[in-house]
């Protein structure tokens, strides 16, 4: 079964859709509520999701994030002012996520959290939601 992201709703292999959310820590409460939201299709064994919020303490936490980022087939950008100004978020993680989405590795979806001026950021070429450009907290 195809969605309209243009991929199988399984990976080519049969697994999950392993899903990866970049966000700035001011946005926890919403990437929280997108979690809530994604969790029937977790439970259908559809998608897994990671995020930074499930680094146990001690652990390499650029490397484990690093990995995540590395073998996610969708990444999930949570588009707000605070996500631009983070430069981790910016120039660490986005240029990575960038990367693997040209070569075909994943596949990057904005999501515009708050009012944000992206035109001329990176992935402002990529279609985002809500498709009718107005942010989810409006």
Not at 28 to 44: C, F, I, N, V
Not at 53 to 76: F, N, R, T
Not at 78 to 98: E, G, H, N, Q, T
Request: charged share 20%.
């Amino acid at each position: 079964m195809t969605g309209t992201l243009g991929m199988s709703l399984k990976s080519s292999l049969g697994a999950a859709l392993k899903i990866f959310f970049s966000y700035a820590r001011e946005d926890k409460d919403l990437r929280d509520t997108l979690a809530k939201q994604l969790s029937g299709l977790q439970r259908q064994g559809i998608i897994t999701s990671w995020y930074d919020g499930e680094i146990s303490p001690g652990v390499d936490w650029q490397a484990l994030i690093e990995k995540y980022l590395q073998h996610s087939d969708i990444i999930l950008l949570l588009v707000s002012p605070d996500f631009v100004a983070s430069d981790y978020c910016y120039s660490v993680v986005m240029k990575r996520a960038i990367s693997r989405h040209e070569n075909g590795e994943a596949r990057i979806i904005p999501i515009l959290l708050r009012p944000t001026d992206f035109k001329d950021l990176p992935f402002a070429k990529l279609q985002y939601l809500p498709v009718n450009g107005r942010a989810v907290t409006l």
